[in-house]
């Protein structure tokens, strides 16, 4: 009797597998997608959400970036400022008034015309104390947004934002703020639609439902259409977004892509015409024998070790030096690395539109040890033991193992590894719990000063212990107030020899990203902040 | 019977009552807070944060509002997805995880007994080294190689099948069915064997053989019955175990089920999310855990003859 049930389980689960069983021969979706216009997207993560003055991560950048538009946008070859809904704008001479002129035709996804109204309604949410925005210090160039976003001050109309009429925006800036145009194409400072947030609840409740499937209304180049979460999401061309004739693209999908290897696997299956990351082990393959659908571009990020400067005998300048100098990173890059990251001795990545970053220090292992010694360490003779705190990831150990060796060999230094998981690190690091930690950055802007603000006095990224009355007098008050642009890089440049000088980090690489791209994808060019513009990117299918 | 079933719901109580406290406290304890990020937040920013999601409040006041939601089934906002509930979150994982799981389960059955009654019927043979071998390799083996290596050689190199996903492709719940099948197949296959090897000397089935019946209606009808019952009572929490998903399997082939949230939820300190999946899973436990009892109970007329005691 069981044994014939059991059949009748076997015989089912045959035909089930026969049934889905099927072949891959027909076209791959990558094929499908370049006939009609549909682009897969390896995007890493599932968005935490859609709501712009809530997330904070690159998959979210990804996806706001195609349904919502700022008053400006970006051109993706050189980084320059486009019109968004601002058709054009005017600034002041003295750098700190803007005058937005929006476009009559920009249009929400559900036919309400875009206006002035609209952004100074957003950015008062954006910057709103309650709301709790982690990106709300985008808004800190405008006049008094810092205070109001404090809830020092509750009046709003203080803020310098006025709306002059249905199309004219017009912002005041606290210092002339020459990247400020830059910070309107960031999703922080994105329009949302105010009729739909108040009709979920109040606008400063992070928790209602407004930007969930179904419910939210944008203003970009495409609209929402379909959300499965850990799956895809899925957005799709707007008919009514104002520029619509030139969108070529006619849908995108977006993938969690989290583990890497999958999503590698997910391209060579034909399944994605972008991934995220390249395995690392892979690297040297897909760059030798598919050059053509590689990418690795130098990226605005540092990777860096940060020193406790609070705790012996690292208050010491000679030691930090001598660590710093102890340190061949052109090696550890070749070797272990495999050439994906690059060489950096500062903060700022080179090649921030021009800015080009001082050079203070090399390796030099006999000027290190020199140096040590003068610090009361000969030969590293009762140098205490100390750590090196970095967070669980097999690169990062790699990385520190290396440094390990050439602390030993060429300083006669133990320190020991210790690596945490993500959220543990972090509350070691925001405690100032290390000795040496491992730390990176990204830029939020292209300017050398989304990098160095992160060392003002008690500056909440600083968590060094690092202190310098002049430094803090360039980023906070001569810089921002410099309308030249060479002269401003010269103060930058004076900051961070400064900070090098006195070293409470140790900057070792600068990042470089790493994309599979299919050869059919046009329009997505390399860019130091690997940003992209859906409106130039389209798909042309082999012959 | 009945007094049994009312019993062990009344025991599962308590239980499942530490395990919420113990999780509440213990997530709560860990370094590192849901808020924590790379990039420092103002404290107007993270003061906010925290009313919002009543972490200003003491310690039992959150525990004690967290079990009152909870007694009328809202297991919360989910920390790390603003504006979505545990609830919804975790219902919108479980049918496909248990899809997978159901796939896996009848996979694990079909080939598991089969392998394990046919080992057993020749015992220290090759009919018994063979698929108990395979079966041992099977165990030994992570889903995190068998996934891909079964992709490597039909997504890739053969060709015939998708490489991941759910139901957005053709044959794309093959592969991940059958990997998280193979573990679960040969845990049966050796428990059916050793089953089937007790059953098999007992003096009612060479009163069955004596009279004539033939091996195969044996075997079928007298020897399975009891020989498969180790396999029931690994059911139970075999199946609750599958339902909880599997954060291996589902990463490996890109499925949208419970496994990647339960994992996804402790990395990003979503209290809430932690809390839900933690108390459904063990639940989930609790449930099945019973009814592979009541169901090896009414399998086995000695225990059903206790409880009637």
């Given at each position: 009797?069981?044994?014939?049930?059991?059949?009748?389980?076997?015989?089912?689960?045959?035909?089930?597998?026969?049934?889905?069983?099927?072949?891959?021969?027909?076209?791959?979706?990558?094929?499908?997608?370049?006939r009609?216009?549909?682009?897969?997207?390896?995007n890493?993560s599932?968005?935490?959400?859609?709501?712009?003055?809530?997330?904070?991560?690159?998959?979210e950048?990804?996806?706001?970036?195609?349904?919502?538009?700022?008053?400006?946008?970006?051109?993706?070859?050189?980084?320059?400022?486009?019109?968004?809904?601002?058709e054009?704008?005017?600034?002041?001479?003295?750098?700190?008034?803007?005058?937005f002129?929006?476009?009559?035709?920009?249009?929400?996804?559900?036919?309400?015309?875009?206006?002035?109204?609209?952004?100074?309604w957003?950015?008062?949410?954006?910057?709103?104390?309650?709301?709790?925005?982690?990106?709300?210090?985008?808004?800190?160039?405008?006049?008094?947004?810092?205070?109001?976003?404090?809830?020092?001050?509750?009046?709003?109309?203080?803020?310098?934002?006025?709306v002059?009429?249905?199309?004219t925006l017009?912002?005041?800036?606290?210092a002339?703020?020459?990247?400020?145009?830059?910070l309107?194409?960031?999703y922080?400072?994105?329009?949302?639609?105010?009729?739909?947030?108040?009709?979920?609840?109040?606008?400063?409740?992070?928790?209602?439902?407004w930007?969930?499937?179904?419910?939210?209304?944008?203003n970009?180049?495409?609209?929402?259409?379909?959300?499965?979460?850990n799956?895809?999401?899925?957005?799709?061309?707007?008919?009514?977004y104002?520029?619509a004739?030139e969108?070529?693209?006619?849908?995108?999908?977006?993938?969690?892509?989290e583990?890497?290897?999958t999503e590698?696997?997910?391209?060579?299956?034909?399944?994605?015409?972008?991934?995220?990351e390249?395995?690392?082990?892979?690297?040297?393959?897909?760059?030798?024998?598919q050059?053509?659908?590689?990418?690795?571009?130098?990226?605005?990020?540092?990777?860096?070790?940060m020193?406790?400067?609070?705790?012996?005998?690292?208050?010491?300048?000679?030691?930090r030096?001598?660590?710093?100098?102890?340190?061949?990173?052109?090696?550890i890059?070749?070797?272990?690395?495999q050439?994906?990251?690059i060489?950096?001795?500062?903060l700022?990545?080179?090649?921030?539109?021009?800015?080009?970053?001082?050079?203070t220090?090399?390796?030099?292992?006999?000027?290190?040890r020199?140096?040590?010694?003068?610090?009361?360490y000969?030969?590293?003779?009762?140098?205490?033991?100390?750590?090196?705190?970095?967070?669980?990831?097999?690169?990062?150990?790699?990385?520190?193992?290396?440094?390990?060796?050439?602390?030993?060999?060429?300083?006669?230094?133990?320190?020991?590894?210790?690596?945490?998981?993500w959220?543990?690190?972090l509350?070691?690091?925001?405690?100032?719990?290390?000795?040496?930690?491992?730390?990176?950055?990204?830029?939020?802007?292209?300017?050398?000063y989304?990098?160095?603000?992160?060392y003002?006095?008690?500056?909440?990224n600083?968590?060094?212990?690092?202190?310098?009355?002049?430094?803090?007098d360039?980023?906070?008050?001569?810089?921002?107030?410099?309308?030249?642009?060479?002269?401003?890089?010269?103060?930058?440049?004076?900051?961070?020899?400064?900070?090098?000088?006195n070293?409470?980090?140790?900057p070792?690489f600068?990042?470089?990203?790493?994309?599979?791209?299919?050869?059919?994808?046009?329009?997505?060019?390399?860019?130091?902040?690997?940003?992209?513009?859906?409106?130039?990117?389209?798909?042309?299918?082999?012959? | 019977?009945?007094?049994?079933?009312?019993?062990?719901?009344?025991?599962a109580?308590?239980?499942?009552?530490?395990?919420?406290?113990?999780?509440?406290?213990l997530?709560?304890?860990?370094p590192?807070?849901?808020?924590?990020?790379?990039?420092?937040?103002?404290?107007?920013?993270?003061?906010?944060?925290?009313a919002?999601?009543?972490?200003?409040?003491?310690?039992?006041?959150?525990?004690?509002?967290?079990?009152?939601?909870?007694?009328?089934?809202?297991?919360?906002?989910?920390?790390y997805?603003?504006?979505?509930?545990?609830?919804?979150?975790?219902?919108?994982?479980?049918?496909?995880?248990?899809?997978?799981?159901?796939?896996?389960l009848?996979?694990?059955?079909?080939?598991g007994?089969?392998?394990?009654v046919?080992?057993?019927?020749?015992?220290?043979?090759?009919?018994?080294?063979?698929p108990?071998?395979v079966?041992?390799?099977?165990?030994?083996?992570?889903?995190?190689?068998?996934?891909?290596?079964?992709?490597?050689?039909?997504?890739?190199?053969?060709?015939?099948?998708?490489?991941?996903g759910?139901?957005?492709?053709?044959?794309?719940?093959?592969?991940?069915?059958?990997?998280?099948?193979?573990?679960?197949?040969?845990?049966?296959?050796?428990?059916?064997?050793?089953?089937?090897?007790e059953?098999?000397?007992?003096?009612?089935?060479?009163?069955?053989?004596?009279?004539?019946?033939?091996?195969?209606?044996v075997?079928?009808?007298h020897?399975l019955?009891?020989?498969?019952?180790?396999?029931?009572?690994?059911?139970?929490?075999?199946?609750?175990?599958?339902?909880?998903g599997?954060f291996?399997?589902?990463?490996?082939?890109?499925?949208?089920?419970l496994?990647?949230?339960?994992?996804?939820?402790?990395?990003?300190?979503?209290?809430?999310?932690?809390?839900?999946?933690?108390?459904?899973?063990?639940?989930?436990?609790?449930?099945?855990n019973l009814?592979?009892?009541?169901?090896?109970?009414?399998?086995?007329?000695?225990?059903?003859?206790?409880?009637?005691?």
């Amino acid at each position: 009797m069981l044994f014939t049930r059991a059949r009748l389980f076997a015989l089912s689960v045959t035909l089930l597998l026969a049934a889905c069983g099927g072949s891959s021969d027909s076209e791959t979706r990558v094929e499908v997608g370049n006939r009609e216009g549909v682009f897969h997207f390896g995007n890493h993560s599932e968005p935490q959400g859609l709501d712009p003055h809530i997330v904070t991560g690159v998959p979210e950048h990804h996806i706001l970036g195609a349904l919502f538009e700022g008053l400006v946008t970006k051109n993706p070859y050189d980084l320059s400022i486009e019109p968004g809904v601002a058709e054009s704008w005017e600034i002041s001479d003295d750098g700190k008034m803007y005058t937005f002129h929006l476009r009559d035709n920009a249009k929400w996804s559900n036919g309400d015309p875009v206006t002035a109204e609209d952004f100074r309604w957003s950015w008062q949410r954006g910057m709103s104390p309650i709301l709790g925005g982690e990106y709300s210090y985008m808004y800190n160039p405008i006049e008094n947004a810092e205070a109001y976003n404090s809830g020092q001050m509750a009046d709003f109309s203080q803020v310098g934002v006025k709306v002059l009429d249905d199309y004219t925006l017009q912002v005041k800036l606290a210092a002339p703020t020459p990247y400020f145009l830059q910070l309107l194409d960031h999703y922080s400072m994105f329009p949302v639609h105010r009729a739909t947030i108040e009709k979920f609840g109040s606008p400063d409740d992070r928790l209602t439902q407004w930007a969930q499937e179904g419910n939210i209304v944008t203003n970009g180049a495409f609209v929402l259409t379909e959300w499965q979460i850990n799956s895809h999401l899925r957005v799709e061309k707007s008919p009514l977004y104002w520029d619509a004739d030139e969108i070529k693209l006619n849908a995108i999908v977006f993938y969690p892509t989290e583990n890497l290897v999958t999503e590698e696997r997910m391209f060579r299956d034909g399944q994605l015409h972008r991934t995220e990351e390249i395995p690392l082990d892979k690297l040297i393959a897909y760059q030798t024998e598919q050059p053509e659908i590689t990418r690795v571009e130098p990226w605005i990020g540092s990777y860096f070790y940060m020193f406790n400067t609070t705790r012996e005998p690292l208050t010491d300048v000679r030691v930090r030096k001598a660590i710093a100098m102890a340190i061949d990173r052109e090696l550890i890059a070749e070797t272990v690395t495999q050439g994906l990251y690059i060489k950096s001795t500062a903060l700022v990545p080179p090649g921030t539109v021009g800015y080009n970053p001082p050079k203070t220090f090399d390796f030099n292992p006999e000027e290190a040890r020199q140096l040590l010694a003068e610090a009361g360490y000969p030969n590293g003779e009762g140098f205490p033991p100390m750590d090196i705190l970095y967070n669980t990831h097999e690169d990062h150990r790699k990385i520190a193992v290396a440094i390990q060796q050439m602390l030993a060999q060429n300083l006669n230094i133990q320190v020991n590894l210790v690596n945490q998981e993500w959220k543990v690190y972090l509350d070691s690091h925001n405690n100032m719990n290390y000795d040496i930690a491992r730390r990176g950055w990204i830029g939020d802007y292209v300017d050398p000063y989304t990098f160095l603000n992160m060392y003002i006095t008690d500056g909440g990224n600083n968590k060094t212990g690092f202190s310098n009355a002049r430094y803090d007098d360039i980023i906070l008050n001569l810089a921002p107030a410099e309308l030249d642009r060479d002269k401003r890089y010269a103060l930058y440049h004076e900051a961070e020899t400064i900070l090098l000088e006195n070293m409470p980090i140790l900057p070792i690489f600068t990042y470089q990203y790493k994309h599979l791209f299919a050869t059919s994808v046009k329009g997505m060019p390399d860019n130091i902040m690997g940003y992209y513009n859906y409106k130039y990117v389209y798909l042309e299918p082999e012959a | 019977m009945w007094r049994f079933i009312g019993f062990r719901i009344l025991q599962a109580i308590p239980v499942i009552l530490a395990v919420i406290t113990v999780t509440f406290f213990l997530v709560r304890a860990a370094p590192g807070g849901p808020f924590d990020s790379e990039k420092a937040v103002s404290e107007q920013v993270k003061a906010a944060l925290e009313a919002r999601y009543r972490l200003d409040q003491p310690m039992y006041e959150q525990y004690l509002s967290y079990l009152g939601d909870l007694l009328q089934g809202d297991m919360g906002p989910s920390f790390y997805y603003p504006g979505r509930s545990v609830n919804d979150l975790i219902f919108q994982g479980l049918p496909i995880t248990a899809e997978l799981g159901l796939y896996a389960l009848l996979i694990a059955l079909i080939i598991g007994c089969a392998a394990g009654v046919f080992a057993a019927l020749k015992p220290n043979t090759v009919q018994d080294y063979l698929p108990m071998s395979v079966a041992m390799i099977g165990i030994c083996m992570p889903s995190f190689l068998l996934g891909p290596l079964l992709v490597l050689i039909f997504g890739i190199w053969l060709d015939v099948m998708p490489v991941s996903g759910w139901g957005q492709t053709m044959g794309d719940k093959v592969l991940p069915s059958i990997t998280l099948g193979a573990m679960y197949a040969a845990y049966i296959a050796r428990l059916s064997r050793s089953g089937m090897l007790e059953v098999m000397n007992q003096d009612y089935l060479r009163t069955a053989r004596a009279k004539g019946l033939p091996e195969r209606t044996v075997v079928l009808r007298h020897a399975l019955r009891g020989g498969l019952l180790p396999v029931i009572s690994f059911l139970g929490p075999a199946f609750a175990a599958l339902l909880s998903g599997s954060f291996v399997v589902e990463t490996v082939f890109q499925i949208p089920g419970l496994g990647r949230f339960y994992i996804q939820a402790a990395f990003n300190r979503d209290y809430t999310m932690i809390l839900g999946t933690t108390v459904f899973l063990s639940t989930l436990i609790v449930i099945f855990n019973l009814l592979s009892d009541i169901v090896a109970a009414w399998l086995n007329p000695r225990l059903r003859y206790q409880f009637r005691q």
